[in-house]
């Protein structure tokens, strides 16, 4: 056993260039794992700087002054950022306290209607089900449970203070990343061992792949949830501008998202008008909407960027969203390609010398 895991090492790790792209990769991993809260500001922003790189060379390529193309973009990006917070989320918020103050009456309806269908069918519900559901609600709404959440608001309202100094902290860091990106590279580069030639090739095959993924979900995002708004505006639905968002944001989930956030928008739809021809037609319209972002969209704007078959996408999911959260979940694919990437550019054994191995292995 101990002869077959050596000749493996020997085999995989021999390369210095596989050893330097190990010892990268683990290095950047535990780094986020165990420092990922106190270095949120920095990734964020080199996330965003990233992002932005685009727009500043081009503006560069055609002239422009670096320091002046990158000023330009982030005054136009933290507009534009701005323009949604001041116009999107005090709707959103108002939205979000209303269902909130409604959700009481509309387990009310919800528990009359599901009383009437165990008095219609009692063959195939039993009744001590539905009070067993009602003394949960009731737990659920008690005053102390409403208190605690309360205090739990109160909490998080206090991390204010912090979101104001990563609100100045963060596009300073981009401004910088963005305006002396070739002096920051230049010197990061004495951290890292000199034959990095795979790593740097792990990085080139990824990097088009990465802007094109976090390029591609943000496009998808805003056109999903401003088509599933107008819809839903357009059928009168209650909370649209809530339920929207939810739909767009959905699609950071790949596969589950759509099926999680289709719980709220059909119980929305069931208080609002019951068992209805308003409610099928806003169900029929919603999978369509689903169906084309799986069928035409997500193939438009993901086809140079993900290769993996589905099973790969929700493992990663679950996975790097387990280790860091919603960052893991939004960079689950492009860490799972990743790692892809790292498997094809991974140095190849040589057959004559692992015929060798095996032989001495044989003979002794």
């Known amino acids: 056993m101990l002869s077959v895991l050596s000749r493996w090492y020997k085999e995989r790790f021999s390369d210095p260039q596989a050893v330097t792209l190990v010892l990268i990769l683990a290095g950047l991993a535990l780094a986020i794992y165990f420092a990922g809260g106190l270095l949120a500001p920095l990734l964020i922003a080199l996330v965003l700087a990233f992002l932005l790189e685009w727009p500043v060379a081009q503006m560069a390529r055609i002239g422009i002054n670096r320091t002046t193309a990158a000023s330009l973009v982030l005054v136009l990006f933290i507009g534009l950022m701005l323009l949604i917070s001041f116009g999107l989320v005090p709707s959103i918020w108002k939205q979000g306290v209303s269902l909130i103050a409604d959700l009481p009456s509309m387990i009310d309806k919800g528990l009359i209607t599901a009383q009437s269908y165990i008095n219609q069918y009692p063959q195939f519900v039993n009744p001590s089900q539905l009070d067993t559901m009602v003394e949960e609600l009731k ?97 009168d639905l209650r909370y649209a501008a809530l339920l929207g968002v939810l739909t767009g944001m959905s699609v950071l989930i790949p596969y589950v998202g759509a099926t999680l956030v289709t719980l709220p928008i059909a119980l929305v739809a069931f208080f609002q008008w019951g068992v209805s021809p308003e409610f099928g037609y806003l169900m029929v319209g919603y999978g369509i909407i689903q169906a084309l972002d799986g069928n035409v969209l997500v193939p438009i704007l993901f086809s140079d960027a993900v290769d993996l078959h589905p099973v790969f996408i929700i493992a990663a999911v679950l996975i790097f969203g387990g280790l860091w959260g919603v960052w893991g979940v939004f960079f689950a694919i492009p860490l799972a390609s990743l790692v892809k990437a790292v498997i094809n550019a991974w140095p190849v054994p040589n057959n004559d010398l692992a015929k060798q191995a095996v032989n001495k292995t044989t003979e002794s």
Request: no cysteine; glycine share 6%.
């Open 139 to 235: 737990k659920m709404l008690d005053t102390q449970h409403l208190l605690d959440i309360g205090k739990q608001l109160l909490g998080y309202s206090a991390s204010l203070l912090v979101v104001m100094v990563y609100a100045i902290l963060i596009p300073l860091l981009v401004f910088f990343f963005l305006k002396d990106k070739e002096e920051l590279i230049s010197g990061s580069k004495r951290f890292f061992p000199t034959n990095r030639d795979l790593a740097r090739k792990v990085w080139n095959e990824m990097h088009q792949q990465i802007f094109n993924y976090i390029r591609g979900k943000v496009i998808e995002i805003v056109i999903i949830g401003v088509v599933s708004y107008i819809f839903f505006a357009f059928m």
